[in-house]
């Protein structure tokens, strides 16, 4: 079983930084593709960015230049940096892996629980 544990999230002022982790523990090969996804309330969850296993990274538009995908494959960890926060990216903050928990067996696909990010104005 694996299981995906998300940290960091928080309220802070809007032009505030929060830093997101995501370490992923049990029965672990390999952690390959990873993402962040939000959800704020009322709207459908959204990708935020994502990095691959060989840490090509991708950021959608809305964050870019702010918010930075990076990864530990030693500690199977995906943080999410966020600099200049605005109130609009308020939202429970998901994380998702792409697992392969033996060789040849995976990847298997895993969420997180969520994590709230509050900014105020």
């Known amino acids: 079983q694996v299981q995906l544990v998300e940290s960091g999230g928080g309220l802070v002022q809007a032009g505030g930084s929060l830093r997101l982790s995501c370490t992923a523990s049990?029965?672990?090969?390999?952690?390959?593709?990873a993402a962040w996804y939000r959800q704020a309330p009322g709207k459908q969850r959204e990708l935020v960015a994502h990095?691959?296993?060989?840490?090509?990274?991708y950021h959608v538009d809305s964050v870019k230049g702010r918010f930075t995908i990076s990864r530990d494959n030693a500690k199977n960890t995906v943080y999410l940096q966020m600099n200049s926060l605005k109130p609009e990216d308020t939202a429970v903050y998901y994380c998702?892996?792409?697992?392969?928990?033996?060789?040849?067996?995976?990847?298997?696909?895993?969420w997180g629980q969520g994590t709230q990010v509050t900014v105020s104005s």
């Open positions: 990095i691959t296993d060989g840490g090509n990274t």
């Open positions: 998702n892996a792409h697992v392969q928990v033996l060789p040849g067996r995976g990847p298997y696909s895993y």
């Open positions: 049990g029965s672990i090969f390999s952690m390959n593709f």
